[in-house]
């Protein structure tokens, strides 16, 4: 499709649009302004970087797949990232674990890990004008062997995991400070029980007193914020997890801490998009994890389904864009890593901009009026106005493949990169 093709077939979505007082060139202006941080675990299968063989028995989590090409190293991890984001539109931010340091080779336990160690990512992110966010690694590691980790029933292996956590967050406050915008720290632990606990109390009373202890370090929020991220289930955890979606919310709304909400860390059933403006009511920001669960939560790539347009439908209802923050959590090794990147952060910003075109003012007089006929025919309608020609214009505005032409330079990236990688 050639350029003038582009723009002309933009000029009818926009005339079309504007039927309805929708004004395309504002929401792109405003899609502009929206960052997702893609996850680096997706470039390596959650491998990470440390001496030590990583294994993921008993945290809870299984990537599928042996597509070859996976980043063995930062700096390939680092090459892949930049070309996902440079098929993107936009400017996003990248998001680390713990165990993805740079360790010189040296064996680094979670317990001694420093800033020093993220300095070359620190370098990384300011020469490509990123910003970075980050995680505590509390899985893959002998001392979460019995699934068990800020809730363990052994005092040592509590603090060992504390320990981790704070200077978690020391490094998050360092990178913030560096790249003068704040690093998300985002906390999820693998801690639950494969079949039914006789005592769910205790774990859970002892994971309270370790969030207690570890936040009893505060940081200025202009470096970092905390998170917290719950589950309903995992691999290991069928019956019971420790930090539940009750407990994080409770924890976070009386310590001030932003909760985490997955989209595949709740029952199938359950409507994440429904709890957005229900929690907003009581705290200031909320962290949105990407992913799509299949069946159970499995953390398929993000696609441009149902689920995630009611997701952004309800971000911009509410008007919570500058309140809520955007990240891939998804690991897929079935497939090219960089393509999955890539159509999981496009399938996002495809959902914000279709909900951003939404022809909100009309369907708020309907809903005023009581007539509720037109609001749900104005809501089907909207379905099939022309977003992929607006979202094809935006995308050769900013200078980034049209179509499915990213395919064809992850083709030539796999050719010329990946492939070669034995």
Known sequence: MTDSAIVAAYEIAQARYGEYGVDTAAALEQLKSIAISLQCWQGDDVHGFETSEASLSGSGLHVTGNYPGRARNAAELRMDAEQALALLPGRHRFNLHAMYGEFGGKKVDRDEIAAEHFYGWRDWAKANQLALDFNATCFAHPNAASGFTLSHRKPALREFWIEHVQRCREISAALGREQKSPCLHNLWIPDG??????????????LRASLDKIFQVTHSSSAMKDALESKLFGIGSEAYVVGSHEFYLGYALTQGKIICFDMGHYHPTESVADKISAVLQFCPELLLHLSRGVRWDSDHIVLLNDELRALAEEIVRSNALERIH???????????????????????????LHALLEPRAKLLQYEAECDYGARLALLEESKTLPCGAVWDYYCLQMSVPVGMAWLEEVARYEEKVTSRRV
């Open 193 to 206: 029980s494969k079949d039914l606990p006789a005592d769910r109390w205790s774990p859970r009373a002892r």
């Open 326 to 352: 955007l990240a891939l959590d998804f690991f897929d090794a079935s497939i090219h890593r960089v393509a999955a990147w890539v159509m999981g952060a496009r399938a996002t910003l495809k959902a914000l």
